[in-house]
T-cell receptor
Framework: DAKTTQPPSMDCAEGRAANLPCNHS???????VYWYRQIHSQGPQYIIH???NNETNEMASLIITEDRKSSTLILPHATLRDTAVYYC??????????????FGQGTTLQVKP | NAGVMQNPRHLVRRRGQEARLRCSPM?????VYWYRQLPEEGLKFMVY????????ESGMPKERFSAEFPKEGPSILRIQQVVRGDSAAYFC?????????????FGPGTRLTVL
């Protein structure tokens, strides 16, 4: 699975959009981009994933560049409860894949009032 | 639909005792994964199981650790003769059978403390 690079920490004002970048320059064509977060040592929470196209769900939006070498997770209106460590993970998804997620250090997002 | 359930949530053991951690996957999920998070460290994959089969145990310590996912009942992560270095949060995740969309959903974890 491709390696990812994320900034170690970011701040965001409450109510503003939080934009979390992720570089995955060695991503291959069959690798998806996944985002999880971990709020204060709780179990990781799935946020969103995508392959090529931008994706949006009730939690966030995922913007993937055309060359797929980087992506941005957008929390449109950050709240204090969004303070967490955010993990960007790229992985192959195909029949027979072992499925393990390889977590890096992630980005610690601090949402401030 | 209940999420992934883990119990106990907190477990205290003395050195040399055995620890058994249980994981009930989400309804309809047939794949189970175990991860460990040591204090102040990231999450590390341990083992991936399907019903009655270990698919990938590349992250499991060679000794004292074992995992199973029987045909009936929860998945069990077993740690024999625990040592202080086993103190960690152990997370279980499950995913549905369709491998093309096997998003993993995590449980709340079991926090093991070895005295």
């Amino acid at each position: 699975d491709a390696k990812t690079t994320q900034p170690p920490s970011m701040d965001c004002a409450e109510g503003r959009a939080a934009n979390l970048p992720c570089n995955h320059s060695t991503i291959s064509g069959n690798e998806y981009v996944y985002w999880y977060r971990q709020i204060h040592s709780q179990g990781p929470q799935y946020i969103i994933h995508g392959l090529k196209n931008n994706e949006t769900n009730e939690m966030a939006s995922l913007i993937i560049t055309e060359d797929r070498k980087s992506s941005t997770l957008i929390l449109p209106h950050a709240t204090l409860r969004d303070t967490a460590v955010y993990y960007c993970i790229v992985r192959v998804v195909y029949a027979g894949n072992t499925g393990k997620l390889i977590f890096g250090q992630g980005t610690t997002l601090q949402v401030k009032p | 639909n209940a999420g992934v359930m883990q119990n106990p949530r907190h477990l205290v053991r003395r050195r040399g005792q055995e620890a058994r951690l249980r994981c009930s996957p989400m309804k309809g999920h047939s794949h189970v994964y175990w991860y460990r998070q040591l204090p102040e460290e990231g999450l590390k994959f341990m083992v991936y199981l399907q019903k009655e089969n270990i698919i990938d145990e590349s992250g499991m310590p060679k000794e004292r650790f074992s995992a199973e996912f029987p045909k009936e009942g929860p998945s069990i992560l077993r740690i024999q003769q625990v040592v202080r270095g086993d103190s960690a949060a152990y997370f279980c995740a499950s995913s549905p059978p369709e491998s093309h969309a096997d998003t993993q959903y995590f449980g709340p974890g079991t926090r093991l403390t070895v005295l």
